[in-house]
């Protein structure tokens, strides 16, 4: 089977493009508004840039009627918002949370748990959220889809603040996924779980290599 999405409907009942790129991070990023409204949700398309300075960015599409996400917003009026890590345990409250809400209202008035606030502005973080990043605004940029929906504003921005549970760290001082259980986005209403993990090296692999791998600079 092959298909030109550009072109022609999927022949699948249901499409597989999503269900291709798996499993994906889940950006749950809290945020304020200019008038003080905490906002909070999940975005799929999530990814970190680079290490050296941590660098990340998510893409939101539009409404259908061409709104932009609050989250979108808010970063670009208050210059700051934060990614908390998602959890097989935290799972209902990411659910929850993605609910279209209107702009005044709160998704944490709807969520099952505790706002604890970031050190660099008044953004709120799920404190039952093992790791946390504050995430400084850096740009926006504008992609235009066939569609209102297809059209995507990607946000880039710095990691200028990293919290860490101390109860996720091992003793050898890496993060305990296999405990955490981050979950993921698949295709469909389809999550996947973290549970196992397992280490390869690249042979041959010099400092400077080894060093990028594990996301650090050699000079550090």
Partial sequence: MKYRPSAEPSPLPFSPFKSCTVPRPIGWLSS?????????????QWQNLTFDPPMVMFSANQYPD?????????????????????????????????????PQESE???LNVTREYSDNARIPMVKESPVKFEC??????????????????IVFAQVETIHIDDKVIT?????????????????????????????????????????????????R
């Fill in 171 to 219: 003793a050898d001082g890496k993060l305990d996924i296999a405990s955490i259980r981050p979950i993921a986005r698949m295709g469909y209403f389809d999550y996947a779980v973290v549970k196992d993990t397992f280490e390869m090296r690249v042979p041959g692999a010099d400092a400077d290599a080894r060093f990028g791998l594990e996301g650090r600079a050699a000079s």
């Fill in 32 to 44: 304020v508004s200019a008038a003080g409204v905490e906002n909070i949700a999940p975005y799929s």
């Fill in 66 to 102: 061409g709104r932009r996400k609050d989250t979108v917003l808010n970063a670009e009026e208050t210059g700051w918002f934060v990614w908390n890590m998602a959890t097989y345990d935290l799972r209902e409250a990411v659910n929850l949370s993605a609910m279209a809400l209107p």
């Fill in 108 to 110: 944490f008035d709807r």
């Fill in 136 to 153: 400084r605004y850096l740009g926006t940029h504008r992609l235009k889809g066939n569609s209102p929906v297809g059209t995507i504003d």
